[in-house]
């Protein structure tokens, strides 16, 4: 009797099929709604708040998702749903990019040609300090070093880097001839010494 009570427990739903579909698919369409208008930042460039929210949102919507429901069965529905909901946005997006755009937003200019735009950075609610840090994780020592940098829409931030123009390109080349004459003066003077020896 314990063994089927268990069974039972395990895989007979505790609410109706049909809602156990709609419920992540109303989370779902809420999460992303929320998502999107509380920026780009929140996808990519998280700050210990941005994460405490995060960890607490996926928690605080599991009851809404799972209701009065704790089957196996129940759980693998809800998860299907989930992803096949998923599947379908992402494919519908994909045939229709002015919705894309509408739903994930556009990419934002952060720095062009080499100037930071402030009032981006704002509207995006991204520090200086914040630039700075993503710029290192990708190998700038600065953001004087930043030709160009971009926040994507799915909150990933790209940089450029300048390009040297035809001055440091002349000194450059003007550093490489001056060490290859020395290395031909030494040459020179090795030859010479071994002619008078």
């Not at 156990?20 to 999460?31: E, N, Q, T």
Request: glycine share 10%; net charge negative.
């Amino acid at each position: 009797m314990e063994t089927h009570d268990m069974w039972k427990d395990m895989f007979v739903m505790g609410l109706p099929l049909a809602e156990k579909i709609l419920r992540p698919i109303i989370v779902y369409l809420f999460l992303i709604v929320g998502l999107r208008l509380s920026g780009k930042r929140e996808l990519a460039q998280l700050n210990p708040f941005d994460l405490v929210v995060l960890l607490t949102l996926s928690n605080t919507v599991q009851n809404a998702i799972i209701g009065e429901d704790n089957s196996v069965t129940g759980g693998i529905i809800g998860a299907i749903s989930l992803l096949v909901v998923n599947y379908l946005v992402v494919r519908f997006l994909y045939d229709h990019r002015k919705l894309e755009q509408l739903v994930e937003g556009q990419a934002d200019v952060l720095i062009e040609n080499g100037k930071i735009h402030l009032g981006h950075l704002k509207k995006e609610l991204i520090t200086l300090e914040m630039l700075a840090s993503a710029a290192r994780k990708q190998g700038f020592d600065s953001l004087s070093e930043v030709q160009k940098c971009v926040l994507e829409p799915g909150g990933t931030l790209c940089f450029i880097g300048k390009k040297p123009g035809t001055e440091d390109l002349r000194h450059h080349e003007i550093l490489e001839h001056l060490g290859a004459m020395r290395k031909e003066l030494a040459l020179l003077k090795e030859i010479r010494g071994e002619g008078t020896a």
